[in-house]
């Protein structure tokens, strides 16, 4: 009986260490028509992977794909920095870079909400968020010194009046609530945000406060914190906020150096010149040069 059991435990292990070997093989196999430029992590038991995606204007985006034990068999559970996600058609034969190809597409449908925000960051005085992300779909504006409108941007459809909240005091929350009430229907969608809103609020509204238009990114693109972790590993770097930027004026990403380093490390195309790394921007391929410390 004993001798019975070991034979059905050895061969239930030995399927299950052919299943992992052939997961294995597929998974890297998959991941190798993606791209592994595109990878940024990849579990320990594979099961988890998150791509950093680029879209034509070069903005970028982290794709996370859990796998389902049974993976292909089941679809995989998807994630964005995105407002809306996406129904991901699936079949037996699919592969992650199906997953891909989808994404993409959707993100290709949201290019005209994206463009929207990028117009009211640009035009107006938008005090909230400070550092807006992909999945945000609102902006708080400051209407004066002491009153403001959130308002909310459909994703789906984002030259359509938008949903607005007032902030500020009763008298001018009041003023302004029959403002917008009466005028809402001035909305025109071939014209663009800020004009809009001048035509709703029937005024000259206030522009971004000087120096603060165009702002350079100040989180890191590959860690997404403004500052290191204090860690005496890091030694001068400790503490330190970004210190490289892309110089393609289109893309002006900022990176924490330690960062920077580490990923052109990881890609295989970097090449290194005495104590100079030559790669790419993760952001928009461009080619970036990186000092770095010889120092051991």
């Not at 968020?129 to 994703?155: E, F, T, W």
């Not at 929350?173 to 945000?193: G, M, P, T, Y």
């Not at 004026?249 to 580490?262: E, M």
Request: charged fraction near 25%.
């Amino acid at each position: 009986m004993d001798v019975s059991k070991k034979f059905t435990t050895d061969q239930s292990r030995c399927r299950e260490l052919a299943m992992s070997s052939s997961f294995c093989r597929r998974i890297y196999s998959e991941v190798e028509e993606v791209g592994w430029e595109h990878l940024l992590k990849l579990g320990e038991d594979l099961s988890f992977l998150s791509f950093r995606i680029l879209d034509n204007k070069g903005r970028a985006y982290i794709l996370e794909i859990t796998l389902d034990k049974t993976y292909p068999r089941y679809p995989p559970s998807v994630s964005a920095d995105v407002p809306c996600n996406f129904n991901l058609e699936w079949t037996s034969n699919s592969k992650l870079r199906d997953v891909v190809k989808q994404f993409h597409e959707h993100v290709y449908k949201l290019q005209d909400f994206w463009s929207t925000l990028d117009d009211i960051d640009r035009s107006l005085w938008v005090t909230d968020p400070k550092q807006s992300h992909h999945a945000m779909s609102y902006r708080q504006i400051k209407m004066g010194n002491d009153c403001s409108i959130i308002l909310s941007v459909n994703s789906g459809d984002p030259r359509s009046l938008p949903e607005c909240r007032f902030l500020g005091s009763d008298g001018k929350v009041n003023f302004l609530r029959e403002i917008w009430k009466r005028n809402c229907k001035k909305w025109a969608k071939e014209k663009s945000f800020p004009e809009n809103l001048a035509r709703v609020f029937d005024t000259h509204l206030l522009e971004p406060p000087h120096g603060e238009k165009n702002e350079e990114q100040v989180e890191c693109g590959i860690c997404y914190a403004q500052y290191l972790p204090i860690d005496d590993e890091l030694g001068a770097k400790s503490g330190s906020a970004t210190d490289h930027t892309c110089e393609n004026g289109n893309c002006n990403r900022a990176f924490h150096s330690v960062c920077l380093g580490d990923w052109l490390r990881s890609i295989t195309t970097t090449r290194q010149s005495f104590d100079v790394l030559f790669g790419n921007c993760p952001y928009c391929s461009d080619p970036i040069a990186l000092k770095i410390s010889t120092k051991k």
